[in-house]
Nanobody, 122 residues
């Protein structure tokens, strides 16, 4: 299985972007899906996570709560991150992460996407 991100780019402060991540390859089920980010000179941090169904419980980092929304579409094996009121401090490489079971009764492993750049600048 692989995770493929899209939707990054350059946006002005106060603007919005929507990141997408799709699981490809052999996937039987996905439990928790997450977005992490790593800013310049910073450690990777958890931005948001969502567990279970499409309306499953979501958690957010304090820095993004109220501005970012995580959602998922289980039929498409996808997770999204809607980012609003973006700030320069949100500039980072954003990574998709998920716990994937590839086959029935198989092990559940953790997968990472390759990362996608989000730059907030005027």
């Amino acid at each position: 299985a692989n995770l493929v991100e899209s939707g990054g780019g350059l946006v002005q402060p106060g603007g919005s972007l929507r990141l997408s991540c799709v699981a490809t390859g052999t996937v039987f089920s996905i439990t928790t899906m997450r977005w992490y980010r790593q800013g310049p000179g910073k450690e990777r941090e958890l931005v948001a996570s969502i567990t279970g169904g499409e309306g499953g419980p979501a958690t957010y980092a304090d820095a993004v709560r109220g501005r970012f929304t995580i959602s998922r579409n289980n039929a498409k094996k996808a997770v999204y991150l809607e980012m609003n009121r973006l700030q320069a401090e949100d500039t980072a490489v954003y990574f998709c992460n998920a716990d994937i079971q590839r086959i029935f009764r198989g092990a559940r492993d953790n997968y990472w996407g390759q990362g996608i750049q989000v730059t907030v600048s005027s």
